[in-house]
């Protein structure tokens, strides 16, 4: 492979890498299981990257195109999810989404 083919830059690059790697887990489920569908158990993103920027800040915008590009490289692939977001706290609130 072209190295350069590996890194991925931009919101709509992001986008496609999620596609890819997750239509190659599914199609590697069908490879070991045929015709059985096909669900995401737990699925997010971290909130604290950027050394938790966005907690001080209060600006989000990162972690949105986060999660926008792992959903939408999700629902291209036309899998069922579930959406998990943790606080420190350890409370969880779940966001069920199917295509």
Known sequence: MF?????YWGHKSAQ????????????AGYRSLPEKPVIIGECGIPFDMNEREAFKTG???????????????LERCLVGYK???ASRA???TTVEATC
């Open 3 to 7: 190295p350069l083919k590996a890194f």
């Open 16 to 27: 496609k890498n999620y596609h890819l790697q997750i239509r190659n887990l599914i199609e």
């Open 59 to 73: 600006d989000f915008k990162w972690q949105l195109r986060m999660m926008d590009a792992m959903c939408m490289g």
């Open 83 to 85: 959406c998990v977001a």
């Open 90 to 92: 350890k409370r969880f």
